[in-house]
Structures are given as C-alpha cells and as structure tokens.
C-alpha cells in the first residue's frame, strides 16, 4: 500500500525526564507495531515539557535522548518520521487558532491540569499548563491522524481532541480527521514502584518509583526487588486497592512478556513475592538489554540522529503546512503573497 493511502498515527512523549518502563509499555511498544500498517509520525514534544519549569541544557540533552529512544525500541526512520515538535512550527500556529475555539470549562476540567497544577504554587502556574490539551489536539489535528497510540491516563486528552475537532469542524465545515485513541489492552497504565496506587511518571523523582530504560540492569533489579507489595503472600492478578502492588508486578509482567494471564498465575502458583520480583527484574533486564545496546550505538554514531531529525522535520511539515494552510483559509486568514 502507499504511504497516500495508508492511515495516520501520530503520537508523542515530553522529553521531561528520563523515559519509563510505563512509557514503554503503554505508548512506545505499540508504536513500534503500528509502524508497518500506518503513516507513523512520532514527535518528541518539547513545546509541551515546557508547560512545567525545565532546565535548559537537561531539556536539549533529554530531547535528543527521548528521540534516540524511539530508534533504539525498533523505530525505524525509512518507514515512520521521528521530528522534534518545536522544529515543526505549525504547531504552535495551530495551538494558537484552537486555542480560541477552547472552551476554559473544558480545560479546567482535566484531570491532568488539575493533578498537575495542584503541585505548583498557585499564582505561578503557566497559562501553558492549562493549554497543554489544545496543544496536544494541534499535533494530532495537523497530521488528520486515524489513530493515537497512547497510554490510559490520556483518554480524556484525546476525547478533547475528538471534541475539539468537531467543533471547528461544525463551525468552518469539514477539515479535520476525528482522531481515535488506541489504547494497550495489557500495560496502559503502569503504577509507581513504590507507591503501587499512584502511576509512574517521569518526573516523580524518588529513587524507587521507576525503572528508567538507561537504567544499568542492577539498579533496574535493585528498584524491582524493593517494589512495595502487601503482607499477603497470593501471587494473583486482583484489583483490589490493598493488591496494587502484586498486581502491578504482574501486569509488567504480561506486558512485557506477553504470555496470557492464566499461564502467569500458574507459573507463580506456590512461589512467594520474592520470587516474583526477581522473574519480573528478569524479563525487564532481558528487553531492555538490546534497546540499550541499540541506544549505544546509535548515540555513538556522529550526526546520525541530527540527521534523522532533520529529515523528520521536513516530512512533518510537508504535511502539516498542508493542513495549516487550509485552516487557515477557512477562518478567513488572507494570504500571502
Ligand atoms: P510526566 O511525568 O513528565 O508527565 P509521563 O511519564 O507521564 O510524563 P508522558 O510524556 O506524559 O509521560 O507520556 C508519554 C506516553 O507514555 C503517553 O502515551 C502516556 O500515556 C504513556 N505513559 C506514561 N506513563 C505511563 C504509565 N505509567 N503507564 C502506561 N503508559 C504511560
Ligand atoms: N500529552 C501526551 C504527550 C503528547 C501527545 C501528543 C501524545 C503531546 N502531544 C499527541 C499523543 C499525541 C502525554 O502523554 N502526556
């Protein structure tokens, strides 16, 4: 099929901290799936990291690296394009023109503002912050992409998106694509380590929450065997709140491995928490090896990734010009000529 006729993905993660096992898991596993049946775009988002304070020299180092990341999961640049979204500046032109069409009721009701802005002192919150959706819903709208690969906590961005684009739909006639998520059924929503209920995140800084994928594989072991659990010894898949933690261990599990959970809750049956861990540090250790072997050489290679971002760039905005142009046309923006 041609890359014209194929569907379109597109997706991203904030170059805001080191990336996760839970941004693997729930976002970059399925993209690198995606990438042989859909028009893959993947952007690093560094317009969004800035919605929370980032230090400079660590936001450029961590854009490289989150982008080097995508390529050494199993990325590959001749069939998706990998972009750093601020090199693209049609997103912000876009964010712009959506952001008037934002209903504030809308924003205020995410939870992710809400969580977030919860965190900061009040009166120094971002105006950024509350618009990180309508800012999200451009990248997606400039690409008329199909499908959204993302982790669970993103649900209610991209039924905003979806909202979004209707209404500038309904309001100028017929323009955007109305985006749907495409959420793992195993591994979307990954909790802390160390606080079983609450999910991992890149920017929570305690030393055991996460397993980061550049984690040398002792420190991944070390965090894995100090997972918080219960005084419970059932090694069973179970929702219950007191369980978050075994059950957290489990999904990693699944997610990682594949293996179905009935064949999960047999191997482990008799076997103590202990246990559980180590085989979980395991199969960590055993998917992450190549990818940090990959990262390796591809961070080693002079001017490779400058130059895969580079033409990443230039395929984004081949595509997003196009719908930016037309958008604008349709709100009634006069051309240049
Ligand atoms: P931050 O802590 O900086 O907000 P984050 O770790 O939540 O970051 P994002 O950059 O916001 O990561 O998300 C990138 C992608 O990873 C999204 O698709 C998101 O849904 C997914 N993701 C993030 N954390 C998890 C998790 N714990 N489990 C599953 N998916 C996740
Ligand atoms: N908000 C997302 C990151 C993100 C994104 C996107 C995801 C920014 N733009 C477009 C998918 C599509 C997050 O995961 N926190």
């Known amino acids: 099929m041609s890359e014209n006729s194929k569907k379109r993905v597109l997706s991203g993660i904030q170059p805001s901290g080191n990336l996760t096992i839970g941004n ?4 970059l596993r399925q993209w690198v799936a995606e990438q042989e049946t859909f028009n893959c775009y993947f952007c690093v988002v560094d317009l969004h990291a800035i919605t929370l304070p980032q230090d400079p020299a660590a936001l450029r180092e961590k854009t490289r690296e989150v982008a080097a990341l995508y390529l050494a999961v ?26 008037c069409l ?11 503002f809400k969580d977030k802005s919860a965190k900061q002192q009040q009166d120094s919150i971002g105006a950024g912050l509350l618009n990180y ?3 999200m819903a451009a990248d997606i709208l400039l690409y008329q992409a199909h499908a959204v690969p993302v982790g669970d906590d993103q649900r209610q961005h991209l039924e905003y998106t979806r909202d979004l684009a209707q209404r500038f ?23 802390g380590l160390d606080s079983p209920t609450a999910k991992m995140s890149k920017s929570e800084e305690s030393d055991y929450h996460a397993v980061y994928l550049l984690d040398p594989p002792n420190r991944m072991k070390k965090k894995i065997m100090r997972a918080v659990t219960d005084s419970g010894s059932e090694i069973t898949f179970n ?17 990682t491995t594949g293996e179905t959970k009935e064949a999960i ?10 246990d559980l861990k180590k085989a979980v540090a395991e199969v960590v250790m055993a998917k992450l090896e190549p990818v940090q072997t990959e990262y390796n050489r591809i961070v080693g290679e002079s001017g490779y990734l400058d130059s895969i971002l580079a033409q990443g760039a230039e395929r984004a905005s081949e595509m997003a010009e196009k719908t930016l142009a037309q958008v604008k046309e349709r709100v009634g923006f006069l051309a240049r000529r």
Do not use: C
């Open 74 to 99: 199993g990325l590959d640049p001749e069939k998706v394009t990998i972009f750093v979204q601020s090199h693209v500046p049609a997103h912000a032109e876009l964010n712009w023109i959506l952001s």
């Open 24 to 27: 693997y898991l729930g976002a």
């Open 239 to 255: 929702d219950d709140l007191a369980r978050a933690g075994v059950n957290n261990l489990l999904t990693i599990y699944q997610a």
């Open 169 to 191: 739909n309904s309001m100028y006639g017929d323009t955007f694509v109305i985006p749907e998520a495409m959420i793992p059924k195993e591994g979307a929503r990954i909790m």
């Open 102 to 112: 934002s209903p504030l009721g809308w924003l205020y009701r995410m939870t992710q």
């Open 133 to 135: 959706p309508t800012l």
């Open 265 to 274: 809750e047999a191997h482990f049956a008799g076997k103590g928490y202990g």
